[in-house]
């Protein structure tokens, strides 16, 4: 298995402009995450969806950020506009369908966004 | 709000010591995972704990989860260089599938 794909792995942008991550989950996951790292915050959860539909957003800090999974094998995160605040290493992870309530994932290798 | 709190923060340690990493919690969890995270890469999964009392072994590391499901320990015996990373015991409070990572534990084992 090829594990959870994301790319960029590297994303240099200007402040202002639009930003897309893109991640590819374990086949026959049922769930996916997007986080956020930063030294100072650790990990975040932003978004979460199963079977393609968010579940849960409160994460996501702005408007300015968006999340969609058009289908069960895709899913972006999009910041538009970017701000240097934004710079962090985004993760995406995906799960299997909980059976005896381990709730695993399995992360992706991360984008790291800089935002000058 | 729910929180994990890891300690210690830091720990920097020589080959072949012994440590023990805790995460402790106000909320019961249905389940605490460990996941240990190299620089440059993603955190990857070492154990689940599901059941309160629970005791797992991995090589070196041992991992139990509290009685009460509110807290786990990670202990690393006979520590290598190789274990040097930040660990992170995470899970979903019970009720929910809303995920939440502890704050981390960052350990450098020096040879």
């Known amino acids: 298995d090829a594990g959870v794909i994301q790319s960029p792995r590297h994303e240099v942008t200007e402040m202002g402009q639009e930003v897309t991550l893109r991640c590819k989950p374990i086949?026959?996951?049922?769930?996916l995450f997007w986080y956020r790292q930063t030294m100072m915050r650790g990990l975040e959860l932003l978004i979460y969806f199963n079977n393609n539909v968010p579940i849960d957003d409160s994460g996501m800090p702005e408007d300015r950020f968006s999340a969609k999974m058009p289908n069960a094998s895709f899913s972006t995160l999009k910041i538009q506009p970017s701000e240097p605040r934004d710079s962090a290493v985004y993760f995406c992870?995906?799960?299997?369908?909980?059976?005896?309530?381990?709730?695993?994932?399995?992360f992706g290798p991360g984008t790291r966004l800089t935002v000058t | 709000t729910q929180l994990l709190e890891q300690s210690p923060q830091f720990l920097s340690i020589q080959e072949g010591e012994n440590l023990t990493v805790y995460c402790n919690s106000s909320s019961v969890f249905s389940s605490l995972q460990w996941y240990r995270q190299e620089p440059g890469e993603g955190p990857v999964l070492l154990v689940t704990?599901?059941?309160?009392?629970e005791v797992k072994k991995l090589k070196r590391l041992t991992f139990q989860f509290g009685d009460a499901r509110k807290d786990s320990s990670l202990h690393i015996t006979a520590a290598q260089p190789g274990d040097t990373g930040l660990y992170l015991c995470?899970?979903?409070?019970?009720?929910?599938?809303?995920?939440?990572f502890g704050t981390g534990t960052r350990l450098k084992v020096l040879a």
């Open positions: 086949s026959g996951h049922d769930y």
């Open positions: 992870a995906s799960s299997p369908v909980d059976r005896d309530s381990k709730y695993e994932q399995y």
């Open positions: 995470a899970g979903p409070p019970s009720g929910t599938y809303k995920y939440i």
């Open positions: 704990v599901v059941t309160g009392g």
